[in-house]
């Protein structure tokens, strides 16, 4: 007689997880300040073209930088992964992506953009340079940063349903980055808290 061989069938994720998973991608660090400064650029000028020109320039000086750095990096076998999750890996991809928002800020203030657009890309600078000061000692969620930082600039420089929307969001990519198991629930309150104060202080000082 032959041996018989077990069918094995891969285990399904289960929903929880990936509904986490795609909150996590569509409520990402590099996407959603973008689709904040559209919305606050385009309350503060009413103009789409205007809002286009200054979206166009804060694609190409930071968030495809930042995304080809790390798409090479895990290509490369450096990172592990597109999240960058491992927080030592984070030594370089924060000055790197400290660098682009300087240089998006300083050609904002070269060019004229609006002063909302330069606070709130200053924002995400502040917030950028703590998480980079935390992560030599501790973990912090960027996702929990980012979406945070963007529900306080759309409270500030929007409308209370931008804001209400937002701060839901925020909430929501916090509980995904604990469900994937990426982060603590205190990584998650101190991305929220630097997040916040951030905007805050960008607003209160630009």
């Given at each position: 007689?032959?041996?018989?061989?077990e069918?094995t069938?891969p285990?399904?994720?289960?929903?929880?997880?990936?509904?986490?998973?795609?909150v996590?991608v569509?409520?990402h660090?590099?996407?959603?300040?973008?689709?904040?400064l559209?919305?606050?650029t385009?309350i503060?000028?009413?103009?789409?073209?205007?809002?286009?020109?200054?979206?166009?320039l804060?694609l190409?000086?930071?968030?495809?930088?930042v995304?080809v750095l790390v798409?090479?990096?895990?290509l490369?076998?450096?990172?592990?992964d597109?999240?960058?999750?491992?927080r030592?890996?984070?030594?370089?991809l924060?000055?790197f992506g400290?660098a682009?928002?300087l240089?998006?800020?300083?050609?904002?203030a070269?060019?004229?953009?609006?002063?909302?657009?330069i606070?709130t890309?200053?924002?995400?600078?502040?917030?950028?340079?703590?998480?980079?000061?935390?992560n030599?000692?501790y973990?912090?969620?960027?996702h929990?940063?980012?979406?945070?930082?963007?529900?306080?600039l759309?409270?500030?420089g929007a409308?209370p349903a931008w804001?209400i929307a937002?701060?839901?969001?925020?909430?929501l990519?916090g509980?995904?980055?604990v469900?994937?198991?990426r982060?603590?629930?205190?990584?998650?309150?101190?991305g929220?808290?630097?997040g916040?104060?951030?905007?805050?202080?960008?607003?209160?000082?630009?």
């Open positions: 007689m032959g041996i018989g061989l069918k069938t285990t399904k994720e289960p929903q929880r997880q990936v509904f986490a998973r795609w996590s569509i409520i660090p590099i996407a959603f300040p973008l689709l904040t559209t919305v606050v385009f503060a000028t009413a103009s789409l073209g205007q809002t286009s020109r200054w979206l166009l804060a190409v000086l930071t968030s495809l930088p995304a798409g090479v990096q895990v490369r076998g450096h990172w592990t597109l999240d960058v999750s491992v030592r890996q984070r030594y370089a924060y000055p400290f682009c928002l240089a998006l800020i300083l050609a904002y070269h060019f004229g953009a609006p002063p909302v657009a606070r890309m200053s924002a995400f600078a502040i917030a950028n340079l703590v998480d980079a000061l935390i030599f000692l973990k912090v969620s960027a929990a940063t980012g979406a945070a930082a963007c529900a306080t759309l409270w500030l409308t804001g937002a701060s839901c969001a925020a909430l990519v509980w995904s980055r469900e994937l198991g982060h603590t629930r205190g990584q998650v309150l101190l929220w808290s630097v916040i104060l951030s905007s805050i202080v960008a607003f209160a000082l630009l």
